[in-house]
Nanobody, 128 residues
Framework: QVQLVESGGGLVQAGGSLRLSCVAS????????MGWFRQAPGKERELVAA????????YYADSVKGRFTISGDNAKNTVYLEMNSLKPEDTAVYYC?????????????????????WGQGTQVTVSS
């Protein structure tokens, strides 16, 4: 069974930076796309950023455009989320997710139910 393992969360002051990492437990695991979701207390889980490996296309939520960058290497089963200029409203549990059978041609998947594997989450707390 494939597991996605996130790391890199923590406590940071507003304006600071964090880099989240996600790696699949099976070396031969390959996906069509990967994404980072987040869920704040009392809120729905939302897509923050996603990448479709074959074309390199990326999606960013409006709230993080210009501040967050998704990158990674499908051959190494890793995806990263570089987060800069962090704000208190970025505080949430961040989840890595992988879609292994996405058939979209260009844009990465945006719906939660399109993703097949999920990590356990890593807490990001931004203090004001």
């Amino acid at each position: 069974q494939v597991q996605l393992v996130e790391s890199g969360g923590g406590l940071v002051q507003a304006g600071g930076s964090l880099r989240l990492s996600c790696v699949a437990s099976v070396r031969t695991f390959r996906s069509e796309a990967m994404g980072w979701f987040r869920q704040a207390p009392g809120k729905e889980r939302e897509l923050v950023a996603a990448i479709k490996w074959t074309v390199g296309s990326r999606y960013y939520a409006d709230s993080v455009k210009g501040r967050f960058t998704i990158s990674g290497d499908n051959a190494k089963n890793t995806v990263y989320l570089e987060m800069n200029s962090l704000k208190p409203e970025d505080t949430a549990v961040y989840y890595c997710a992988a879609d292994v059978d996405y058939s979209g041609v260009y844009y990465p998947p945006e719906r939660r139910d399109e993703y097949d594997y999920w990590g356990q989450g890593t807490q990001v707390t931004v203090s004001s």
